[in-house]
């Protein structure tokens, strides 16, 4: 495959990728608000399972969406991948979820909804990074193998 191509090839998973994100917005946000709001869940826990929520609905819709021609979906390979997805994306999320609430929210004082969506914003580059280069990277992705982290 030439430069071009593959260089459309991403700049059409990043997109895919980041309107999946979008919809995991719509999912985590209000998720967030009924953990903190309607459960009087701590701020740091609530936005911790919200993410959570948002990661399992994101890795649904990469698999069949973002990164589907990479994938033959069901049995194993999509349990591997969920647990690989949950350990390196799903962690960024968390921990760097938690950490710019901490900042922005315990600190800072901003307010929780628009802390998280900062937070979020934070997380998506790496994220997306991740999970092409080694959640659904070409080759691995249908093996659901749980290899040593690498990203080249």
């Known amino acids: 495959m030439n430069l071009r191509a593959r260089s459309v090839g991403l700049a059409q998973r990043s997109l895919k990728f980041y309107f999946v994100g979008g919809v995991g917005i719509a999912v985590q946000m209000p998720a967030l608000a009924m953990l903190k709001s309607g459960f009087h869940l701590d701020y ?77 914003g934070l997380c998506s580059l790496l994220n997306f990074a991740v999970s092409e280069c080694y959640v659904f990277r070409r080759g691995r992705a249908n093996s659901g193998a749980l290899a040593p982290f690498r990203l080249l």
């Open 44 to 120: 740091l826990w609530a936005t911790a399972l919200a993410v959570e929520i948002s990661v399992v609905h994101n890795f649904v819709w990469h698999e069949r969406f973002t990164w589907a021609e990479r994938v033959t979906i069901g049995g194993r390979g999509s349990l591997r991948r969920l647990m690989t997805f949950n350990l390196t994306t799903g962690a960024v999320s968390i921990l760097g979820n938690v950490v710019a609430m901490r900042l922005l929210v315990g600190e800072m004082r901003v307010p929780y909804l628009l802390a998280n969506g900062i937070a979020i």
